[in-house]
C-alpha cells in the first residue's frame, strides 16, 4: 500500500513542478517580450508611459518628450510628438530596410472617402516612414496603407498629458 502512495504522490509532485515551471517560463518570456518592444527598431531611450496600453515615452534634455507605441504585429511603430507650435506630428515606422531618400507613394480610397488621395512612405534613417499632422490633440482612429504596408491606431485611447505639460512649460514665461 506504501509503495503505490509514494509513486501516486510522485508523480503529482512532478506534475505540479512542471505545471509551475510552465507558468513561470510563459510570465518571464512575456515580461522579456514587452521590455524588448523599449528597443524595438534599434531604438533606445524609451520608458514605459503606460505598459498596459503599450504606450512608452521618450524624454531628451532639450527637446520636447514623444510617445509611440509598437503596434501587437510587430511590424510598425507609431510616434507622436508636440511641435514647438503646439501641433502634433505622427509617424508610423515600418520595420523594413529602405535606401535612404525613396519613397513609395500609391493612390488609396477608404471607405469613408469617396475620391482617391495620394498616400506616402519615405525613408527616413533606413525604414519607411509615414507622416501626419495635427493643429490639435490627435483624437481620431489614424489608418493608412501604402502598398503592403498598412497601420491602424486608435489615437483616441492615448494620453498626451506628458506631451501638453512639457509643450505648456517650454512657452511659459515668467512674469
Same mark, same amino acid.
Given at each position: ?84 507650435? %503646439?501641433?502634433?506630428?505622427? &509617424?508610423? +515606422?515600418?520595420?523594413?530596410?529602405? #535606401? ?6 500609391? /493612390? ?35 489608418? %493608412?496603407?501604402?502598398?503592403? &504596408?498598412? +497601420?491602424?491606431?486608435?489615437?483616441? #485611447? ?6 501638453? /505639460? ?10
Amino acid at each position: 500500500m506504501a509503495k503505490p502512495l509514494i509513486f501516486i504522490t510522485g508523480f503529482l509532485m512532478l506534475c505540479i513542478i512542471t505545471f509551475a515551471s510552465w507558468k513561470t517560463f510563459e510570465t518571464l518570456s512575456h515580461f522579456n517580450d514587452k521590455n524588448n518592444e523599449l528597443s524595438f527598431m534599434g531604438s533606445s531611450g524609451w520608458q514605459w508611459h503606460n505598459k498596459s496600453q503599450g504606450l512608452q515615452i521618450k524624454r531628451v534634455d532639450g527637446y520636447l518628450p514623444a510617445l509611440r507605441k509598437v503596434s501587437k504585429s510587430k511590424e510598425y511603430a507609431s510616434l507622436i510628438t508636440i511641435t514647438e507650435s %503646439g501641433s502634433y506630428r505622427g &509617424f508610423v +515606422f515600418f520595420d523594413q530596410d529602405c #535606401e535612404e531618400g525613396a519613397i513609395v507613394s500609391e /493612390k488609396v480610397t477608404y471607405a469613408d472617402t469617396k475620391s482617391p488621395q495620394i498616400e506616402v512612405l519615405h525613408c527616413l534613417h533606413g525604414k519607411l516612414v509615414y507622416m501626419k499632422n495635427w493643429p490639435a490633440v490627435p483624437s481620431e482612429r489614424w489608418r %493608412g496603407r501604402v502598398g503592403n &504596408f498598412e +497601420f491602424n491606431e486608435a489615437l483616441n #485611447e492615448w494620453d498626451f498629458t506628458p506631451l501638453q /505639460k512639457a509643450y505648456l512649460k517650454s512657452v511659459a514665461e515668467l512674469i
